[in-house]
């Protein structure tokens, strides 16, 4: 069975930090990249960080850059969101995200999502 589970999430102040988890089973982690989403209520979901299948790239959203890296352990088959100088403009539900592709087809695969909340 496939399997994204988040860890991580709750309740911090401006300022702090959280880093967010995501453990992968029943598929080749290795060979997927991996994303990281968040959606704020009201709002749509949001692209916030990816990582290549390897960890020798990343790309971050231009709200989180500077603040939040993003960075796997293949060997664990986890991912990770560090997540620093948090704002209340951070909360949200964050999702992580497996996706493949090949010749077969695109291969996505998402976690139940962990809730952060940035607020004094």
């Known amino acids: 069975e496939v399997q994204l589970v988040e860890s991580g999430g709750g309740l911090v102040q401006p300022g702090g930090s959280l880093r967010l988890s995501c453990a992968a089973s029943?598929?080749?982690?290795?060979?997927?990249?991996m994303n990281w989403y968040r959606q704020a209520p009201g709002k749509e979901r949001e692209l916030v960080a990816s990582i290549t299948s390897a960890g020798g790239k990343t790309n971050y959203a231009d709200s989180v850059k500077g603040r939040f890296t993003i960075a796997r352990d293949n060997a664990l088959n986890t991912g990770y969101l560090q997540m620093n100088s948090l704002k209340p403009d951070d909360t949200a539900v964050y999702y992580c995200?497996?996706?493949?592709?090949?010749?077969?087809?695109?291969?996505?695969?998402w976690g139940q999502g962990t809730q952060v909340t940035v607020s004094s």
């Open positions: 029943g598929f080749t982690f290795s060979t997927y990249a």
């Open positions: 995200n497996a996706q493949s592709s090949s010749w077969s087809g695109v291969y996505s695969y």
